[in-house]
């Protein structure tokens, strides 16, 4: 094979490469974020980060993380919660939660039906009941009069999930 074709073929493979590349940008930017566990999409601002399976991982509420800490019995430690109502990155030991307010950016728009095309009961979702995180406990407290719920510093009801 000459030098000329060998300079060819790697000039095609850099091109490939490259354009596989671009594609692959392309695609992730037309396609949300997902959640670790469940699969749904990463809401602004209920975003929750946490070591789960000895890594980083992204959850899409602080519900679904604790959630998962309860179902694979193994720790799950939340490194950072996003603010409800201002999309702020809060601190777990800082922040204030509303847990089971009648608002849960991961429910689901659309009913399941059953195999007789009738609507399901939900008997179970890992992001309910919502938990919702403030910075302030003024913010949670005020927010909560408005969409039910109860306030609590994050610690306490991240050690209730624990146990």
Same mark, same amino acid.
């Given at each position: 094979?000459?030098?000329?074709?060998?300079?060819?073929?790697?000039?095609?493979?850099?091109?490939?490469?490259?354009?596989?590349?671009?594609?692959?940008?392309?695609?992730?930017?037309?396609?949300?974020?997902?959640?670790?566990?469940?699969?749904?999409?990463?809401? +602004? &601002?209920?975003?929750?980060?946490?070591? #789960?399976?000895?890594?980083?991982?992204?959850?899409?509420?602080?519900? @679904? $993380?604790? /959630?998962?800490?309860?179902?694979?019995?193994?720790?799950?430690?939340?490194?950072?919660?996003?603010?409800?109502?201002?999309?702020?990155?809060?601190?777990?030991?800082?922040?204030?939660?509303?847990?089971?307010?009648?608002?849960?950016?991961? +429910? &689901?728009?659309?009913?399941?039906?059953? #195999?007789?095309?009738?609507?399901?009961?939900?008997?179970?979702?890992? @992001? $309910?009941? /919502?938990?919702?995180?403030?910075?302030?406990?003024?913010?949670?407290?005020?927010?909560?009069?408005?969409?039910?719920?109860?306030?609590?510093?994050?610690?306490?009801?991240?050690?209730?999930?624990?146990?």
């Amino acid at each position: 094979m000459g030098r000329a074709r060998q300079l060819a073929l790697f000039a095609i493979a850099v091109m490939a490469l490259a354009a596989g590349y671009a594609g692959w940008r392309a695609y992730q930017r037309t396609h949300p974020e997902q959640c670790y566990a469940c699969q749904r999409p990463i809401h +602004a &601002h209920s975003r929750t980060v946490a070591t #789960a399976k000895g890594g980083s991982r992204l959850f899409c509420c602080p519900a @679904c $993380a604790l /959630s998962e800490q309860r179902q694979e019995g193994k720790a799950v430690r939340v490194t950072e919660l996003t603010a409800v109502n201002s999309g702020a990155k809060l601190s777990p030991n800082d922040a204030y939660v509303v847990k089971g307010s009648d608002v849960n950016m991961c +429910a &689901h728009a659309h009913e399941m039906i059953d #195999a007789d095309k009738r609507a399901a009961d939900v008997h179970y979702d890992r @992001c $309910a009941p /919502s938990i919702l995180a403030f910075a302030q406990e003024r913010e949670a407290i005020q927010f909560s009069r408005e969409h039910g719920g109860t306030v609590l510093p994050f610690r306490e009801i991240a050690a209730s999930y624990a146990k």
